[in-house]
């Protein structure tokens, strides 16, 4: 009787991935052992056309599915490509693992085809990196790599794989493992009762609590436990971008997106209210320049509490009541505290909170009503997003890439429910990554619509991976606005210099032809009712769709920086 063959390194490592829940790995076929197991046992494969491209889409696949990611490349040139997407997983604190082919390990230190030192490369880019060069342990390591991933603050972990170790057989494990450690938050944490109850006594007694809600939000189960907060103490509500979707914007509690403050935006309208707060409670945010208008936003006699499971960020800029945690377990405890206490003063002031964030709702749109009526022959985003609302459904996960595209999607659209998911790079916020975290969502939800608004100069950075989208069966719906100039570049060294570089303005490109090059339906868009109609057939359609919006040059979003701008507007 034969006995059964041990399995190599690379089918265990397939099979440790199956036993984590993962179904989909980004890849252009390497290492090829590990995918050719992974394929073998019904894990999909979505080549991408460039490992940067391939980072973003797990990235994106990540924030949507609520899942650690993964992605593959092969060593040298293409590792070094997956630096930029795991550098912005690591600032948006994105699961993200990357399995990456090493040289072989006897071929180590010699100049072997493509070899550096992988170690050195992610180190600044990851929250853990290993190279495994034991066949005995590969199942120990690539759990330390998914708890690395999903633990703590959610990151990127790095797995080197040499390639002659992946084709050796792997010996049964010392120790079994059996658990699946792919969801996040891996471990739910909140702190403990004292704490607690010293902030809903705080929040109780207030005169004018606000919260801001960052990115954090969207792990696991907070975003519910915000909703009952919301409600409970009739606390009015800001998110960051990265916080966006946190809750109903069409909740009268709910105060939209509070980053953006410049002219005609929601946040001008709301800066009364976030000015009379006497305490404010973060969650889930960094407190970085782009979710406090350059720290400015938090006024300086307010108290603040700050959620956060990073203990680092908390006091970073504010000094704070420290409650380090899962967002969600603690604001559930927090909720739970907070019926203990007198809440007369938070139901007495509801009314007149709500009045006044109507009040900025109401202002804002008669604000881009007027802009738009003064602008007919033009069309400018702020009419895009207006039709693209019209179309959206709770379900509808919405893109966007970094630059104007990200200000458009946040500033303009609201949510329609707790946990509408509204994804962008705004970690380090790079260009051309929103096409490929389009990708990746879809590829999450392949049952619900996912839409991208991209400028067509982030869009030049990725436009290869309509090829991807088409190939791997992945409608997803593509808004290419496209003003000919570099937006922000221009009008950011505009208001700085008084002029700007040669750089700015680009060549025409026909974007819908590229589209169709690449087996893409695409339509040019240069009039409304072409727009609305564009939108239809998108989002009644089964495959993908390109539409290329011609959009006015002079048009730039609500930041604060472009007061000064308004009489180019």
Request: aromatic share 4%; glycine share 8%.
């Given at each position: 009787?034969?006995?059964?063959?041990?399995?190599?390194?690379?089918?265990?490592?397939?099979?440790?991935?199956?036993?984590?829940?993962?179904?989909?790995?980004?890849?252009?076929?390497?290492?090829?052992?590990?995918?050719?197991?992974?394929?073998?046992?019904?894990?999909?494969?979505?080549?991408?056309?460039?490992?940067?491209?391939?980072?973003?889409?797990?990235?994106?696949?990540?924030?949507?599915?609520?899942?650690?990611?993964?992605?593959?490349?092969?060593?040298?040139?293409?590792?070094?490509?997956?630096?930029?997407?795991?550098?912005?997983?690591?600032?948006?604190?994105?699961?993200?693992i990357?399995?990456?082919?090493?040289?072989?390990?006897?071929?180590?230190?010699?100049?072997?085809f493509?070899?550096?030192?992988?170690?050195d490369?992610?180190?600044?880019?990851?929250?853990?990196?290993?190279?495994?060069?034991?066949?005995?342990?590969?199942?120990?390591?690539?759990?330390?790599?998914?708890?690395?991933?999903?633990?703590?603050?959610?990151?990127p972990?790095?797995?080197?794989?040499?390639?002659?170790?992946?084709?050796?057989?792997?010996?049964?494990a010392r120790?079994?493992?059996?658990?699946?450690?792919?969801?996040?938050?891996?471990?739910?944490?909140?702190?403990?009762?004292?704490?607690?109850q010293?902030?809903?006594?705080?929040?109780?007694?207030?005169?004018?609590?606000?919260?801001?809600?960052?990115?954090?939000?969207h792990?696991?189960?907070?975003?519910?436990?915000?909703?009952?907060?919301?409600?409970?103490?009739?606390?009015?509500?800001?998110?960051?971008?990265?916080?966006?979707?946190?809750?109903?914007?069409?909740?009268?509690?709910?105060?939209?997106?509070?980053?953006?403050?410049?002219?005609?935006?929601?946040?001008?309208?709301?800066?009364?209210?976030?000015?009379?707060?006497?305490?404010?409670?973060?969650?889930?945010?960094?407190?970085?320049?782009?979710?406090?208008?350059?720290?400015?936003?938090?006024p300086?006699?307010?108290?603040?509490?700050?959620?956060?499971?990073?203990?680092?960020?908390?006091?970073?800029?504010?000094?704070?009541i420290?409650?380090?945690?899962?967002?969600?377990?603690?604001?559930?405890?927090?909720?739970?505290?907070?019926?203990?206490?007198?809440?007369?003063?938070?139901?007495?002031?509801?009314?007149?909170?709500?009045?006044?964030?109507?009040?900025?709702?109401?202002?804002?749109?008669?604000?881009?009503?007027?802009?738009?009526?003064?602008?007919?022959?033009?069309?400018?985003?702020?009419?895009?997003?207006?039709?693209?609302?019209s179309?959206?459904?709770?379900?509808?996960?919405?893109?966007?890439?970094?630059?104007?595209?990200?200000?458009?999607?946040?500033?303009?659209?609201?949510?329609?429910?707790?946990?509408?998911?509204?994804?962008?790079?705004?970690?380090?916020?790079?260009?051309?990554?929103?096409?490929?975290?389009?990708?990746?969502?879809?590829?999450?939800?392949?049952?619900?619509?996912?839409?991208?608004?991209?400028?067509?100069?982030?869009?030049?950075?990725?436009?290869?991976?309509?090829?991807?989208?088409?190939?791997?069966?992945?409608?997803?719906?593509?808004?290419?606005?496209?003003?000919?100039?570099?937006?922000?570049?221009?009008?950011?060294?505009?208001?700085?210099?008084?002029?700007?570089?040669?750089?700015?303005?680009?060549?025409?490109?026909?974007?819908?032809?590229?589209?169709?090059?690449?087996?893409?339906?695409?339509?040019?868009?240069?009039?409304?009712?072409?727009?609305?109609?564009?939108?239809?057939?998108?989002?009644?359609?089964?495959?993908?769709?390109?539409?290329?919006?011609?959009t006015?040059?002079?048009?730039?979003?609500?930041?604060?920086l472009?007061?000064?701008?308004?009489?180019?507007?």
């Amino acid at each position: 009787m034969n006995s059964p063959s041990i399995p190599t390194v690379a089918e265990r490592i397939a099979l440790a991935l199956k036993r984590h829940g993962v179904d989909v790995i980004f890849a252009q076929s390497l290492p090829s052992a590990v995918i050719l197991a992974a394929e073998a046992i019904g894990i999909r494969q979505i080549a991408y056309r460039q490992e940067n491209m391939g980072g973003a889409m797990a990235d994106g696949y990540a924030r949507r599915k609520g899942r650690v990611a993964v992605v593959a490349a092969q060593n040298g040139p293409a590792a070094t490509l997956l630096v930029p997407p795991l550098a912005e997983a690591l600032k948006a604190s994105v699961p993200v693992i990357a399995l990456v082919q090493d040289v072989e390990r006897n071929q180590a230190d010699r100049n072997a085809f493509q070899e550096l030192d992988h170690l050195d490369l992610f180190r600044v880019c990851a929250k853990w990196v290993r190279r495994v060069i034991s066949a005995d342990r590969i199942d120990d390591y690539v759990d330390m790599a998914f708890t690395a991933a999903a633990s703590g603050r959610p990151g990127p972990a790095v797995l080197l794989l040499p390639a002659d170790l992946l084709r050796e057989p792997a010996p049964p494990a010392r120790f079994a493992r059996n658990s699946s450690l792919g969801s996040i938050p891996l471990d739910l944490t909140r702190p403990n009762d004292n704490l607690i109850q010293d902030a809903a006594e705080r929040i109780a007694s207030a005169r004018a609590p606000i919260a801001i809600v960052g990115g954090g939000i969207h792990n696991g189960q907070a975003v519910t436990a915000l909703a009952e907060l919301q409600e409970l103490a009739n606390l009015p509500v800001f998110t960051t971008n990265m916080g966006k979707g946190a809750v109903d914007e069409y909740h009268p509690l709910s105060a939209g997106v509070i980053t953006l403050t410049g002219p005609r935006s929601l946040g001008r309208h709301c800066r009364d209210l976030i000015d009379d707060a006497d305490l404010v409670l973060l969650v889930g945010t960094r407190t970085n320049q782009n979710g406090t208008d350059s720290w400015r936003l938090i006024p300086q006699t307010a108290s603040v509490i700050h959620v956060d499971v990073d203990p680092q960020e908390i006091g970073r800029t504010y000094e704070a009541i420290r409650l380090v945690g899962d967002a969600g377990e603690t604001l559930s405890a927090l909720c739970a505290f907070l019926e203990r206490q007198d809440l007369h003063r938070r139901r007495a002031n509801r009314k007149h909170v709500e009045a006044l964030i109507a009040a900025a709702w109401a202002s804002f749109e008669d604000d881009r009503r007027l802009l738009l009526d003064a602008n007919k022959s033009l069309l400018r985003p702020e009419l895009v997003m207006v039709e693209l609302q019209s179309h959206l459904t709770p379900d509808t996960t919405v893109v966007a890439d970094a630059s104007y595209s990200s200000m458009w999607i946040v500033g303009q659209l609201r949510s329609l429910k707790s946990g509408m998911r509204f994804i962008s790079p705004r970690g380090l916020a790079g260009l051309g990554w929103g096409l490929p975290l389009a990708i990746g969502a879809k590829a999450a939800v392949p049952q619900h619509p996912v839409v991208i608004v991209v400028g067509d100069g982030g869009f030049a950075h990725s436009w290869a991976e309509l090829e991807t989208l088409v190939r791997c069966n992945l409608p997803v719906i593509v808004i290419l606005l496209n003003n000919g100039i570099l937006g922000f570049q221009k009008h950011a060294e505009t208001v700085k210099f008084g002029r700007f570089t040669s750089a700015c303005h680009l060549n025409p490109v026909d974007h819908a032809k590229i589209a169709e090059a690449c087996g893409c339906a695409a339509m040019r868009v240069h009039e409304r009712s072409d727009l609305s109609a564009a939108l239809d057939r998108a989002f009644n359609g089964d495959g993908p769709l390109l539409i290329e919006v011609m959009t006015s040059p002079d048009a730039f979003p609500p930041l604060s920086l472009f007061a000064q701008l308004e009489d180019v507007a």
